[in-house]
């Protein structure tokens, strides 16, 4: 599917559409405006170290000593459509952890955090406030991201993406995406296709849906498995009888591209019909909340992660950090916002212990030449310096893994502690 040439060209001016009503940041409410510092708590240039594999840690304790390394994150934290509270509070725990774990370096880390309020303005402004700061790098997430990346690319300054939802981030050299959640669908495919002989699949009726589509088949075609039924729903739908009878009828398992509000709707309807089918969902929208809702019909789920679940092991200092620093405990943090926050300033870390004196420019040097080991929380490679040729648009996809999460009586639980490349996938080959 996505080797024919004029879908490769649709997918990657679509994606932002795509990702909107597909991809899970885990959506709540939360308040901020200009840029604040994470929690209580830009410099010269250089050249990166000469290691080429980082792997290393901020580590010990001690006093912390010289001018703070700073960072900023943008997001969409007080209001907008839709809001990510996490990012910020998993960034405030971030910046708490390494600080009292002995900075970066010896050096303190400062994280300021811009809510761009779901304005485009504002995140215009967000991304022109990292450039006069003079952060060392930007991280977060923004359905406004064409109106950040560009501001950025300008000024040479480095933005690692939690969830790259324009052409700008999947392309552009200052971009580092660690994970692209279109991955994501990929892995449904494939996943999918170890069990599934009859597969629907059910999306929200927006343009960009055959996009998707085209990813799962993608997918589901490299895992040897069959076309899937597919089933659109309005995107203000209320009663899911109809789509439910849909995706029930004459199939063994339904994949899901549906957000928490949609499946709190669409999972009483297919009970309802009597329903027996597997489930498949995305993280952060399958997640805790609907397992607990609906144990019945998620008994043997799979969520596809872009980072192994909050549950697995190599998690252990990002649970222990969010108790310590007293997060929101309502909000979900196994989820793309929360795991990819920690994740994108962990390769951001990693980085800037690389640099003899750390600043955009001499991250952004560093970036593009270095390999850096996330393992095992997230990719063992995380490189930029040969751009993903497989398919064109995806030039910085250079990292295409997922992990896998079940549900077992009403819990969700990890099903892959590792993540698994889907590579074949993204090619369409078996």
Same mark, same amino acid.
């Given at each position: 599917m996505l080797r024919d040439q004029r879908r490769r060209v649709l997918l990657a001016g679509a994606v932002a559409a795509a990702l909107a009503l597909t991809v899970a940041l885990a959506a709540c409410g939360g308040g901020g405006s200009s840029a604040t510092e994470a929690s209580s708590g830009g410099s010269g240039g250089g050249e990166p170290s000469s290691s080429s594999d980082v792997s290393s840690t901020s580590g010990g304790g001690g006093q912390l000593s010289g001018e703070p390394i700073v960072v900023?994150?943008?997001?969409?934290?007080?209001?907008?459509?839709?809001?990510? &509270?996490?990012?910020f509070e998993t960034a405030g725990a971030y910046e708490e952890w390494v600080n009292s774990h002995g900075g970066i370096k010896g050096r303190p880390l400062k994280i300021l955090t811009c809510d761009d309020k779901g304005d485009p303005n504002e995140s215009a402004k967000c991304a022109r406030?990292?450039?006069?700061?003079? !952060?060392?790098?930007?991280?977060?997430?923004?359905?406004?991201?064409?109106?950040?990346?560009?501001?950025?690319?300008?000024?040479?300054?480095?933005? !690692? &993406?939690?969830?790259?939802?324009? #052409?700008?981030?999947?392309?552009? #050299?200052?971009?580092?995406?660690?994970?692209?959640?279109?991955?994501?669908?990929?892995?449904?495919?494939?996943?999918?296709?170890?069990?599934?002989?009859? &597969?629907?699949? !059910?999306?929200?009726? !927006?343009?960009?849906?055959?996009?998707?589509?085209?990813?799962? #088949?993608?997918?589901?075609?490299?895992?040897?498995?069959s076309s899937a039924k597919v089933v659109k729903v309005p995107p203000t739908a209320q009663d899911y009888t109809s789509q439910v009878a849909q995706a029930a009828d004459g199939t063994d398992c339904i994949v899901t591209l549906l957000g928490e509000a949609n499946l709190f709707a669409f999972l009483p309807a297919l009970q309802q019909g009597?329903?027996?089918?597997?489930?498949?969902?995305?993280?952060?929208?399958?997640?805790?909340?609907?397992? #607990?809702?609906?144990p019945e019909a998620t008994e043997g789920a799979i969520i596809a992660d872009s980072w192994p679940s909050l549950e697995a092991p190599g998690w252990s200092e990002m649970r222990e950090a969010l108790q310590q620093s007293g997060a929101n405990s309502e909000l979900e943090y196994d989820s793309l916002a929360g795991l990819g926050t920690w994740g994108d300033l962990t390769y951001i870390t990693k980085v800037v212990e690389t640099l003899p004196e750390p600043s955009a420019a001499s991250f952004l040097a560093a970036a593009n030449k270095i390999t850096v080991d996330l393992a095992p929380i997230g990719p063992k490679v995380v490189q930029f310096a040969k751009p993903f040729t497989g398919v064109p648009g995806f030039a910085r996809v250079t990292t295409r893994e997922v992990a896998y999460e079940t549900i077992e009586d009403g819990k969700v639980k990890p099903l892959t502690t590792e993540l698994e490349d889907v590579t074949n996938g993204w090619l369409g080959k078996p």
């Open positions: 900023m994150d943008i997001a969409t934290n007080s209001t907008g459509p839709i809001t990510y &509270p996490e990012i406030e990292a450039v006069s700061d003079e !952060v060392v790098a930007a991280t977060g997430f923004s359905f406004n991201s064409e109106r950040i990346e560009p501001i950025l690319n300008a000024a040479k300054l480095p933005w !690692v &993406p939690i969830s790259p939802a324009s #052409e700008e981030e999947l392309n552009a #050299e200052n971009s580092f995406p660690i994970q692209a959640p279109m991955t994501l669908l990929i892995g449904l495919g494939e996943k999918s296709a170890e069990s599934c002989k009859s &597969p629907s699949l !059910v999306t929200i009726d !927006v343009p960009s849906a055959e996009l998707s589509l085209g990813l799962f #088949e993608s997918g589901s075609k490299a895992g040897g498995g009597g329903g027996t089918q597997q489930i498949f969902g995305l993280q952060g929208n399958l997640n805790a909340k609907v397992a #607990e809702k609906f």
